[in-house]
């Protein structure tokens, strides 16, 4: 079993920045490929960015690259998403999941979810 905490979201302006954090504890936390999706308002969940934990690689989304960053803080169990440039379309609740295998974009495939964290971009 492995649980799952989303901390760090908020309210910025257009151009702001926001680090989200995915606190993670459990057996062999630090085995599964943790995804990061949103969910805005009346829309499906769309993943964001991956890093699977067994070699350290990184995927994001079409509309994250080259403002959404990635990565993992092993002594503190969490991976955070640094995300700058932040937009109105980026407002959304956002989730991490982790799934055993490896990452995808299929939300299906994800063993487990944290309870989401708001973020909200707006003038």
């Known amino acids: 079993q492995v649980q799952l905490a989303e901390s760090g979201g908020g309210s910025v302006q257009p151009g702001g920045s926001l680090r989200l954090s995915c606190t993670i504890s459990?057996?062999?936390?630090?085995?599964?490929?943790i995804g990061w999706f949103r969910q805005a308002p009346g829309k499906g969940r769309e993943g964001v960015s991956c890093?699977?934990?067994?070699?350290?690689?990184?995927y994001y989304a079409d509309s994250a690259k080259g403002r959404f960053t990635v990565s993992r803080d092993n002594a503190k169990n969490t991976v955070y998403l640094q995300m700058n440039g932040l937009q109105p379309e980026d407002a959304a609740v956002y989730y991490c999941?982790?799934?055993?295998?490896?990452?995808?974009?299929?939300?299906?495939?994800?063993?487990?979810w944290g309870q989401g964290t708001q973020v909200t971009v707006s003038s």
């Open positions: 459990g057996r062999a936390w630090n085995y599964y490929a």
């Open positions: 890093l699977s934990q067994s070699d350290g690689s990184t």
């Open positions: 999941a982790a799934d055993w295998r490896f990452c995808t974009w299929e939300e299906g495939e994800y063993d487990y």
